[in-house]
């Protein structure tokens, strides 16, 4: 699950670095983030309800990881103003914390089959 948070945290860091390349707005990319965590969760629980055996648990942690982000990104919109080559460094930072928090969890929850 942890590995999932941290591919959510790095999908919307990437996502913060290219939509603040458009947007000069950290208020809009935290909501577009918002969005699309909600969508994700719609998604998910779309799948559950008609296919139950398609739906896997573990993917909610992605669309956390990105929620993660949208909360992030939107306190730090509260704090203080961010430049257009700010926002590239916020969304960078926020997928270099995903990637390194993947790495580190990558071999606490590797599935046992691949130890065999």
Known sequence: MLRRIAMGFSIGGFVTVLVGTVVSSLQTIALGLAGFADLGLLYHRAQQLLDNARSCPSSFGT???????????????SM?????????????GMFLAGFLLYIAVWEYERPEYICK
């Open 63 to 77: 669309v956390g990881g990105v929620a993660a982000v949208a909360i992030v990104v939107a306190a730090l919109n």
């Open 80 to 92: 203080s103003s961010f430049s257009g080559r700010s926002l590239s460094a916020v969304g960078t």
